[in-house]
């Protein structure tokens, strides 16, 4: 079985802290996701990697990086949190570039910023 | 842009009675589908994805989806409603060629009474 796992469940920060997820697969997958879920919005795509050192933008990036070190880890940064960042965060990933390869989730992160 | 519209944030069954949970997708091209169910505090697992191969696919846990090409829709049913199908279910669609992601719909949130 495909796991994904998110290091932290549960964080709460402070306003302006630097704040690191991570996340780590071991599938050998090339595809790294890092999502953002809001109730009502559904998942939305922070940034993903297709390898090591290479990241895209995704739909929401502003406020947040990321770092691809080593194939099986994914890290999502937030330079300096805000409330407005308090939300689930998924980390997900996938094997190579065919369009019909599924998507593994990672349990998830909650992130409470006050 | 490819994206999915799920009508109903709410669905409510009695138990033993029919699941149907709605899928719109808007697409150029002939697009790759996916429903994912994620229960309380998880992250998501893969119910069954369309990849052009047969338009009625079958999926995990009884659950079962029909692409309709002509009323652009991939709704997910299932004829007799467990309890354990409580959780939320979210319809996603590969996004435009070349970007491995997944760009999801809002998501329904499926009650079951006894």
């Known amino acids: 079985d495909v796991k994904v796992t998110q290091s932290s469940r549960y964080l709460v920060k402070r306003t302006g802290e630097k704040v690191f997820l991570e996340c780590v697969q071991d599938m050998d997958h090339e595809n790294m996701f890092w999502y953002r879920q809001d109730p009502g919005l559904g998942l939305r795509l922070i940034y993903f990697?297709?390898?090591?050192?290479?990241?895209e933008k995704g739909d929401i990036p502003e406020g947040y990086s990321v770092s691809r070190e080593k194939k099986e880890r994914f890290s999502l940064i937030l330079e300096s949190a805000s409330t407005n960042q308090t939300s689930m965060y998924l980390c997900?990933?996938?094997?190579?570039?065919?369009?019909?390869?599924?998507?593994?989730f990672g349990e998830g992160s909650w992130l409470t910023v006050v | 842009a490819q994206s999915v519209t799920q009508l109903g944030s709410h669905v409510s069954v009695s138990e033993g009675a029919l699941v149907l949970l709605r899928c719109n997708y808007s697409?150029?091209?002939?697009?790759?589908l996916f429903w994912y169910v994620q229960y309380p505090n998880q992250g998501l697992q893969l119910l069954l994805k369309?990849?052009?191969?047969?338009?009625l696919v079958k999926g995990i846990n009884g659950f079962e989806a029909e692409f309709k090409k002509s009323e652009t829709s991939f709704h997910l049913t299932k004829p007799s409603a467990h309890m354990s199908d409580a959780a939320e279910y979210f319809c996603?669609?590969?996004?435009?060629?070349?970007?491995?992601?997944?760009?999801f719909g809002s998501g329904t949130r499926l009650q079951v009474q006894p």
């Open positions: 369309y990849t052009s191969a047969a338009t």
């Open positions: 990697s297709y390898d090591v050192k290479m990241k």
């Open positions: 697409s150029s091209v002939p697009p790759y």
């Open positions: 997900a990933s996938s094997l190579g570039q065919a369009s019909g390869n599924t998507i593994y």
């Open positions: 996603a669609v590969r996004k435009d060629t070349g970007r491995r992601a997944l760009t």
